[in-house]
């Protein structure tokens, strides 16, 4: 059953604090009124907003260790029709920055109802902005002309709709020595990623596909404990697509927080696996199945590709 309009404040606890048996929800439609809500287990999946950590630490526990790496990209995103006139050979067109000299991207999709979406954004606060000479402007500062023209020539059908994210935020359940039973948390309340790289729902998906085998093997007597076995399997499923999207971040050297061993080589060896799937399409449709979680980083350096890779273009190019 789901109950909409509601704000948990609070969990409810056994007298020793040692098991989370419950929450407290504000209903809004009953003028704020308090319900309390029992359960066998909690899983918080209300993002990077999640107040689980403030929550342990009412309880008696400690927060989670953070670990952030700071980006601060901006991205703007409108619908538009799309011409009469138009003929493209394409259903997605994307125009990617040529880290560290460039911070723009901007992609156009295909959707339903003969419409084009059109995603702006920038990184380091290079932000498109939200008024239309500005969008219109910031497209046309992309490094490849071709998204612009198409745009500029199709007419808008909704006001532009902007977004802010400042860092990618890993809080680290595992390293925890103490939780309370009856408690877990899932997806961006664990880690939230540069949404540029369409990664945390991918991450979300595979959490709760892990959490589904641990509960089967509940249903069976073996639920004590479960945090810590969820947490260490969760933290397995982040730590690729930590490491590629905060990696390519590093490409810019402004970009905020510690960069770990290897950022270096992996820094140079992404900027020219950017450039190599410009031209070849082994390389790129590689680099998207494992930004896309459907094979493992050891893909990219295998050596078929890893000599593709070598032997592209050494300087950047417009990049579509």
């Known amino acids: 059953m789901i109950q909409p309009r509601r704000v948990v404040n609070s969990l409810l606890s056994d007298a020793k604090q040692t098991r989370v048996t419950g929450l407290h929800a ?170 540029i790289y369409g990664q945390g729902m991918s991450v979300s998906a595979l959490e709760a596909q892990a959490l589904q085998e641990y509960l089967s093997q509940g249903a069976q007597g073996n639920t004590r404990s479960l945090w810590g076995r969820f947490f260490k399997t969760a933290a397995k499923i982040v730590k690729n697509p930590w490491m590629l999207g905060t990696g390519a971040d590093f490409l810019y050297p402004q970009t905020e927080g510690e960069r770990p061993l290897g950022t270096t080589f992996l820094n140079w060896y992404t900027a020219r696996m950017y450039r190599a799937c410009d031209s070849d399409p082994l390389v790129a449709t590689r680099f998207y199945e494992v930004m896309h979680l459907l094979k493992e980083p050891t893909a990219i350096f295998n050596p078929g590709v890893f000599i593709r890779v070598l032997a592209g273009r050494a300087k950047p190019s417009p990049s579509k």
Do not use: M
Not at 33 to 41: G, K, M, Q, W
Not at 88 to 110: E, F, N
Not at 141 to 168: C, G, K, M, N, S
């Open 26 to 195: 504000e209903c809004i439609d009953k003028g704020k009124t308090v319900e309390t809500l029992e359960a066998d287990l909690v899983v918080d999946a209300s993002g990077r907003g999640s107040q689980t950590p403030l929550w342990l630490e009412g309880l008696g526990y400690e927060k989670p260790a953070e670990t952030s790496v700071g980006i601060h990209i901006g991205y703007a995103s409108r619908l538009f029709e799309i011409p009469r006139s138009a003929r493209p050979d394409w259903k997605i067109l994307g125009v990617y920055t040529q880290a560290p000299t460039s911070r723009k991207y901007g992609v156009i999709q295909s959707v339903e109802g003969n419409r084009w979406l059109v995603t702006l954004a920038g990184n380091l606060r290079d932000y498109p902005p939200a008024d239309e000479a500005g969008f219109l402007e910031f497209a046309r500062q992309l490094d490849h002309p071709e998204l612009y023209e198409w745009v500029r020539r199709a007419t808008p059908l909704t006001p532009i709709a902007t977004h802010r994210f400042p860092t990618h935020l890993w809080r680290r359940y595992e390293q925890l020595s103490r939780f309370p039973e009856g408690l877990l948390v899932v997806g961006d309340a664990i880690c939230s990623f540069n949404p």
